[in-house]
């Protein structure tokens, strides 16, 4: 973010303002100018419909965090991120879980980072592994609400962990049995019925410089199990061709994700479906 300025310039510094000032609306229709130490005019009155204010503990800024939304009980959830780093070799993943209540007035953020416990083969530890970039998303399972969280950065490295957080008995958990071999950093994750899907993001040795992929994979609770289970692994996104009358696709390039296929059989349930 830029800074404010002092008011006081630097010794050969340029006298050209970096950006241009900032104007606001005000009641009357005028526009009220920055004043010269870069702090906003005040405004009459907001020209928003609505101001909403905030309450509880206000997450760090961090980059890099995962998001997900509970649609039914409208609450949001940001997991991970770090500070913004002065260089990549200073990336300081973190462990945070928030949760915004967004029906709330004022919207209540709830941290549960210290609150989680771990079960199966990381009983001994406290939080969720670090990670930045991580893809993540909201699962509902025998009326059960999870967070699953796939991928990311951590420990210095790309990561291929598939954990769930029970969001009621705010315990979390890693799944070894899907955990093996798809290194990706800021994935798209949906969930569609009782899968997941898991398109691009990048992969490599670095967090910032690695090749986009365009594989997805699918990831499935078996419910006689109660296990997840791989079922498709690393594919190639079947891409529709782009003239043909009965497909129609969107492509993000930058995190190669495929937002919407609608072809012969196949049906979009989401912003991002699984394709067969």
């Not at 958990?173 to 997941?196: C, M, N, Y």
């Not at 040795?205 to 994979?217: D, I, K, L, R, V």
Request: hydrophobic share 35%.
């Amino acid at each position: 973010m830029p800074r404010h300025s002092s008011g006081k310039k630097r010794a050969g510094a340029s006298s050209r303002a970096p950006y241009p000032s900032p104007t606001l609306s005000t009641g009357s229709g005028r526009k009220g100018k920055a004043s010269a130490s870069g702090s906003p005019g005040k405004p009459k009155r907001a020209t928003a419909d609505r101001l909403l204010s905030l309450a509880g503990k206000l997450p760090p800024y961090n980059d890099w965090q995962g998001a997900a939304v509970d649609d039914a009980s409208h609450y949001m959830y940001i997991f991970g991120g770090c500070p913004p780093p002065v260089a990549t070799e200073e990336l300081a993943p973190s462990s945070h879980l928030f949760r915004l209540d967004l029906k709330k007035s004022p919207m209540d953020w709830v941290d549960f980072t210290t609150r989680l416990r771990p079960l199966g083969h990381f009983a001994s530890a406290t939080e969720i592994p670090p990670r930045l970039g991580s893809g993540v998303a909201f699962f509902r399972h025998d009326m059960r609400p999870y967070l699953i969280i796939f991928g990311g950065w951590g420990s210095g490295q790309l990561r291929s962990e598939f954990i769930t957080v029970d969001l009621v008995d705010l315990t979390w958990e890693l799944h070894s049995e899907v955990s093996d071999g798809i290194l990706r950093v800021e994935p798209a994750v949906t969930v569609v019925d009782d899968r997941v899907c898991v398109f691009g993001g990048r992969s490599g040795e670095t967090f910032q410089n690695g090749p986009a992929e365009s594989s997805f994979c699918v990831i499935r609770m078996n419910a006689q199990t109660r296990r997840w289970e791989w079922e498709k692994k690393d594919a190639p996104v079947p891409v529709p061709a782009l003239d043909a009358p009965q497909g129609k696709l969107r492509w993000n390039q930058r995190s190669s994700i495929m937002t919407s296929i609608e072809t012969a059989g196949v049906q979009s349930r989401s912003t991002a479906t699984c394709p067969p």
